[in-house]
Nanobody
Framework: QAQLVESGGGLVQAGGSLGLSCAAS????????MGWFRQAPGKEREFVAA????????DYADSVKGRFTISRDNGKNTLYLQMNTLKPEDTAVYYC?????????WGQGTQVIVSS
C-alpha cells in the first residue's frame, strides 16, 4: 500500500525555523494535489498548507500565511514544508496527505514543539 512518511520535526525556540519532509512510496502521489495538516494536543487535526500536483498553486491557513512555505519535488517523490518564525501555537504533530486528505494515507506524523 502506498505510504507517506514525514520527517524533520523537533524542538525549536520561538522565532526559529524547521523544515519538514514527506517521502512518498508511490509515484502516483506526483499526480495528486498534496497538503500538510497538523494536530495540536487536545485539538482536532487542521489544514496547514496545500500545493497543486504541478507545484504552481499553493494555499495556506491564515495562521501560517507568510511564515510557512509548501513545496514539492516530484522527481524525488517528496513534499516539503519550510516553517519560519515559529510560534508556540505551532506546536503539533504534522502530517502530510493528499488534498483533500484520504484516510488511508495518514502516517505517523512528525512532532514539532516550539518553546517560548
Amino acid at each position: 500500500q502506498a505510504q507517506l512518511v514525514e520527517s524533520g520535526g523537533g524542538l525549536v525556540q520561538a522565532g526559529g525555523s524547521l523544515g519538514l519532509s514527506c517521502a512518498a512510496s508511490d509515484r502516483a502521489f506526483t499526480r495528486r494535489d498534496m497538503g500538510w495538516f497538523r494536530q495540536a494536543p487536545g485539538k482536532e487535526r487542521e489544514f496547514v498548507a496545500a500545493i497543486s500536483r504541478g507545484g504552481m498553486n499553493t494555499d495556506y491557513a491564515d495562521s501560517v500565511k507568510g511564515r510557512f512555505t509548501i513545496s514539492r519535488d516530484n522527481g524525488k517523490n517528496t513534499l516539503y514544508l519550510q516553517m519560519n518564525t515559529l510560534k508556540p501555537e505551532d506546536t503539533a504533530v504534522y502530517y502530510c496527505n493528499t488534498n483533500p486528505a484520504h484516510p488511508a494515507y495518514w502516517g505517523q506524523g512528525t512532532q514539532v514543539i516550539v518553546s517560548s
